[in-house]
Nanobody, 128 residues
Framework: QVRLVESGGGLVQTGDSLRLSCAASGRTFTTAAMAWFRQAPGKEREFVAAITWNGRNTYYKDSVKGRFTISGDNGKNAVHLQMNNLSPEETAVYYC?????????????????????WGQGTQVTVSS
């Protein structure tokens, strides 16, 4: 089992930055990748960013490229999401996720079905 705990959410204004963190514990050595997803009220959960531990490949939702950066520590115990120039449309609960599945195709890490473990989420609210 892998336990994930998110932190760093909060209320910010349009254009501000925020850094989310996700602390992983348990059998973290089994994980192949970690990611961030978000879910706004009334909408489906959507992929934001992912990082693989083998090769440190990163993947991003198109709309966040150039503004968001995902990073992870060497021990697979934490992943972070630096978010810059936030907009109100990005108000959502942000979830950390971990996958134990190894894929060579990066797009597989952009779907929620790939992830076995999920955190409880952290609220990000961007005011206009």
């Amino acid at each position: 089992q892998v336990r994930l705990v998110e932190s760093g959410g909060g209320l910010v204004q349009t254009g501000d930055s925020l850094r989310l963190s996700c602390a992983a514990s348990g059998r973290t050595f089994t994980t192949a990748a970690m990611a961030w997803f978000r879910q706004a009220p009334g909408k489906e959960r959507e992929f934001v960013a992912a990082i693989t531990w083998n090769g440190r490949n990163t993947y991003y939702k198109d709309s966040v490229k150039g503004r968001f950066t995902i990073s992870g520590d060497n021990g697979k115990n934490a992943v972070h999401l630096q978010m810059n120039n936030l907009s109100p449309e990005e108000t959502a609960v942000y979830y950390c996720a971990a996958s134990t599945l190894n894929y060579k195709i990066g797009s597989y890490y952009q779907t929620s079905r790939t992830y076995n473990y999920w955190g409880q989420g952290t609220q990000v609210t961007v005011s206009s």
